[in-house]
C-alpha cells in the first residue's frame, strides 16, 4: 500500500537491529520489494552539491575537512557571488540535475548581508526551474520563514550520527541543537533532508540509533543522505578504517524499508565504491546521487558527470525528473 497512512513512525530499535541484520540478500530483496511499491525503479534522481562558502567553520565535526581548526588542505572561500552561483546552477540544469544544492560552511545563520545574499541566490537557482535546497548551519523559526518566502524547497541539516555517539564526533553543539534547526524548517513548511555518516567509530547500535531518530519523525525527511566517511587529511578520523561495501548496503536498505516514501541518497563515498558495489547500494533502495562536473562533493572527490551518466546507461537507469 502506498499512501501516508502505511508509513510507521513507531519503529523500535529491536526491529530495526533486526532488519539491519538480516542475511543480505534477504535484506536486499525486501528493500528492493518496497522500493518497487513506493519509486519507480528505473530513475535516479541526479542533484548537484555546490559549496558557496568554503573552510573556516568554527564548529569542530571530527570528519569535515573545514573546520578552522584541523591542519587540511582545503582553501577557505568567501561567499561567492550569486551570477557565479547561477551559472553553477544552470550548467547543473543543463547536465540533467533536478536539484540543486548550495552548502555554506556556517555554524549558524546570522541575519546579515551574506544571508540576504543566500536568500538572492534561493531565488535565483528557483527561478531557473530546479528544486533548491539549501545547507548552512543552525536556523531560527524566522530565517526559517525567509528561505521558504525565497523558494527554498529543501532543507538539509543531517543528524550525522546517534545521540549517544554525538559528543565523540562533535563538542561544539548538541544532537538537540539539530533537531531544533529540523523544527524550524519543518514550521517553516520546507521539505527535511536529514541522513547521517557511517564509519565514524559508531557501533552497530548508533548507526539504528540514529535511524530510529528520523524514522519517528511525525513526518519522514523527504530526502535522507547516507554517506561512507571520507577520510579527509589533517581531520581526527583521517585514519579511520575504509567503510566496507555490504555495510552500506545494510544501512541504505535499513533507511529504505524504516522510510519508505523518502529519498535515499547515496552520498559521500561513492568515488571508493566500483560501479558493480553502486549497483548493490541501488537495489537496496538508493534513489538519488550527487554529481556534477566538478568531481567534488563540497570538498572531497566524486565521480564525474559523464561518469555518472555512463553508469546510469550501464544499468539501464534514466535521471529523475523534477
Ligand atoms: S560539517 Fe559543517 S558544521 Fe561541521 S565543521 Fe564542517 S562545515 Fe562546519
Known amino acids: 500500500m502506498r499512501n501516508r497512512e502505511a508509513l510507521r513512525h513507531d519503529w523500535t530499535k529491536e526491529e530495526l537491529l533486526a532488519i539491519y541484520n538480516k542475511p543480505i540478500l534477504e535484506l536486499v530483496y525486501e528493500a528492493a520489494s518496497v522500493h518497487r511499491i513506493w ?11 555546490l559549496s558557496v562558502k568554503t573552510g573556516g567553520c568554527p564548529e569542530d565535526c571530527s570528519y569535515c575537512g573545514q573546520a578552522a581548526r584541523y591542519h587540511t588542505d582545503i582553501n577557505v ?11 553553477h546552477a544552470k550548467k547543473a540544469k543543463e547536465n540533467g540535475s533536478s536539484r540543486f544544492c548550495m552548502a555554506a560552511a556556517w555554524r549558524e545563520v546570522r541575519d546579515n548581508r551574506d544571508f540576504d545574499r543566500i536568500i538572492d541566490m534561493v531565488k535565483g537557482v528557483n527561478e531557473l526551474g530546479l528544486e533548491v535546497c539549501c545547507t548552512l548551519g543552525m536556523l531560527t523559526e524566522h530565517q526559517a520563514k525567509r528561505l521558504q518566502e525565497a523558494g527554498l524547497y529543501a532543507y538539509n541539516h543531517n543528524m550525522d550520527t546517534s545521540a549517544e555517539y554525538y559528543e565523540q564526533i562533535i ?41 530510529l531518530t528520523l524514522a519517528n519523525m511525525d513526518i519522514h525527511p523527504e530526502s535522507v543522505p547516507i554517506n561512507a566517511l571520507a577520510r579527509v ?7 579511520n578504517p575504509k567503510v566496507g561495501i555490504w555495510e552500506m548496503v545494510r544501512m541504505i536498505a535499513t533507511t529504505r524499508i524504516a522510510m519508505p516514501g523518502s529519498m535515499v541518497r547515496l552520498s559521500a563515498g561513492r568515488l571508493e565504491m566500483t560501479e558493480t558495489e553502486q549497483a548493490w547500494c541501488f537495489l537496496a533502495g538508493a534513489n538519488s546521487i550527487f554529481t556534477s562536473d566538478r568531481e567534488t562533493l563540497l570538498v572531497t572527490p566524486n565521480p564525474c558527470i559523464t561518469k555518472d551518466i555512463q553508469m546510469l546507461q550501464n544499468l539501464g537507469l534514466k535521471p529523475m525528473k523534477k
Open 171 to 211: 563538542s561544539t553543539r548538541q544532537f538537540d541543537n539539530r533537531l531544533n534547526t529540523i523544527h524550524n524548517v519543518r514550521k517553516a513548511g520546507i521539505t527535511v533532508c536529514s541522513g547521517g555518516i557511517i564509519g565514524l567509530g559508531e557501533s552497530t547500535t548508533d548507526r539504528i540509533s540514529m535511524l
Open 39 to 49: 519509486h519507480k525503479a528505473d530513475e535516479i534522481q541526479l542533484s548537484t552539491l
Open 77 to 87: 572561500q568567501a561567499l561567492l557571488p550569486t551570477e557565479t552561483v547561477l551559472a
Open 233 to 239: 587529511k589533517g581531520t581526527p578520523l583521517e585514519n
